[in-house]
């Protein structure tokens, strides 16, 4: 069964409109991690890094995790991501910013994980009538939903991520 897809909240479209939010979601979508992990993951202050997961917690997106001991016996107050990937649609109220930030967020992935890491890179051109490019999308979103259904079928397998885009070129 597909994954459904729905238009995104005003909240959920500002959430994800930012590279570093997507970046914590990724992160916590692979493990359950507090803010100092996140922070030092990712190389930024601990203060701006909880500005940000208290974003993605107030859009749904990030939920605390239960309370554990760390390795020094003190608590520690993980968080992860409630989905593995979201399908929304028409996000209210997005700019270039909201636009960009997947493509931002893949940047800093890929270099945090290495050109080794790269294992599909396909760049193209096509011609396409507005009813292909809508059938090119179409046959794209039901590869990636066959996949994203099974995925809990995998979960002993190397983590993968992607991105497509789909755009018209400038003219």
Known sequence: MALPHRDASEREAKALAHPLRLRILRLCWQAELTNKQLAERLDRDPG??????????????LEPAPVRAGDSGALEKPYRAKARSWWLDDPPGTGADAAFAPVEAL??????????????????????????????????MALLDEYTTTDSDRLDQPAHGGIIVLHRLAD
């Open 48 to 61: 701006t890094v909880l500005y940000h997961v208290r974003q993605l917690v107030a859009a749904g997106l």
């Open 107 to 140: 940047q800093e992935e890929l270099r945090a994980a290495g050109p080794s890491a790269v294992r599909t890179f396909v760049r193209f051109a096509l011609h396409l009538s507005p009813e292909a490019a809508a059938e090119l999308d179409q046959r794209l």
